[in-house]
């Protein structure tokens, strides 16, 4: 981007910013779904964002402990699936959430097709590996010796699940017809854990706790 290109969009961006100060609001990966009272932010020029940033190159330009709250609406399984890069992004976007700020995620569930399907996506998101986020929660883990990994307490980070929710694939009571001869939504939690593409959707709303 040119210079003066990217004069133009920081002053769009401050200009946004004026509007809502006591209350700064981000939606990251905005694509064409904006939305009102949030700064809109993007990578691509397509969308005309309020601000224009590649979400992996950190850091952000906003202050430690600023924005009270963030939506990433299928934005999470595009990031890195390699550690380092993965958790550099998620320690960014908590250094620039206030304490008890709310983030908020809708995504794909790992098990199913638009999962896959979409070449952009690298990072499987399930809600196991979320809780791994919350450092009260590792703490039990260590207490009890379970081996899954204290993601928390490693990466300095602490996010807590407030609220998550699935969403059915409206295929799969079909096909679950077709192969076993009768669907039965009371066993909709093991269907989904015997087969794939069951629950095509997740969403969970985080927040972030700051000593």
Request: net charge positive; proline share 6%; aromatic share 10%.
């Amino acid at each position: 981007m040119l210079k003066i290109e990217k004069i133009q969009e920081q002053k769009k961006y401050n200009a946004k910013r004026q509007k809502h100060p006591l209350n700064m609001r981000l939606n990251l990966g905005c694509g064409n779904k904006k939305l009102h009272g949030y700064v809109n932010i993007d990578q691509s020029e397509y969308c005309n964002p309020d601000l224009l940033l590649n979400l992996e190159n950190t850091p952000y330009p906003f202050k430690s402990s600023s924005v009270d709250e963030i939506i990433m609406n299928s934005v999470l399984e595009h990031f890195p699936s390699q550690p380092d890069d993965f958790f550099r992004i998620l320690k960014e976007i908590y250094r620039i959430m206030k304490d008890q700020a709310l983030l908020r995620i809708l995504c794909p569930h790992p098990f199913h097709r638009w999962q896959i399907v979409d070449f952009t996506h690298q990072k499987p998101i399930d809600k196991e590996g979320l809780e791994m986020l919350d450092k009260e929660f590792c703490k039990k883990l260590i207490r009890s010796g379970d081996a899954k990994t204290p993601l928390a307490m490693i990466y300095d980070i602490d996010f807590r699940i407030i609220e998550s929710k699935t969403f059915v694939d409206p295929d799969c009571a079909k096909h679950i017809k077709t192969v076993l001869g009768e669907y039965e939504p009371s066993k909709l939690e093991s269907y989904a854990y015997l087969f794939n593409n069951i629950i095509g959707g997740q969403s969970f709303t985080l927040k972030a706790f700051k000593a």
